[in-house]
C-alpha cells in the first residue's frame, strides 16, 4: 500500500517538474500538464481501499494482541492456583495416609 502511495505521489511530483520546466519545448510542458490533470483526476479508489483495508487489519491485530494479553494473565493466574490447590491436595493425602497408617498400627 505504501509502495503504491509513494509511487501516485512520484508520479504526481514528475509530471509538476514537468509541466513547470522552462527548458522543455511548449508542447511537452503542455503534454505533461495534460497528464498531471489526468492522473489528477483518475479515481484513486484502489488504493484509498488498499488503506483503509490496511488500516482495518492494523485494527483487529491490536485488539486480537490485547486479548490474547488478557487472556494469558488470566491462564497465569489459574495455573498458578492449580499449582498451589495440587500443593494442598498432596499435602492432604500425604496427612491422610499418614493417619490411616497410624489407625492401622
Known amino acids: 500500500v505504501k ?3 509513494d509511487a501516485y505521489n512520484a508520479k504526481t511530483e514528475m509530471l509538476k517538474g ?9 508542447v511537452t510542458r503542455n ?12 479515481d484513486p ?18 485488539k486480537a494482541t490485547k486479548a490474547a494479553g488478557v487472556a494469558k ?3 497465569e493466574g489459574d495455573a498458578t492456583k492449580a499449582g498451589e490447590v495440587r500443593a494442598q491436595a498432596e499435602a492432604d ?6 493417619a490411616r497408617a497410624a489407625a492401622e498400627d
Open 45 to 62: 479508489l484502489p488504493l484509498r481501499t488498499a488503506k483503509i483495508t490496511a488500516e482495518a487489519a492494523l485494527r483487529k491485530a491490536e
Open 18 to 26: 514537468k509541466s513547470s520546466d522552462e527548458s522543455l519545448g511548449v
Open 93 to 98: 493425602a500425604s496427612a491422610a495416609s499418614a
Open 31 to 42: 503534454k505533461a500538464k495534460n497528464e498531471l490533470a489526468q492522473h489528477l483526476a483518475e
Open 3 to 5: 509502495k503504491q502511495g
Open 73 to 75: 494473565t488470566v491462564a
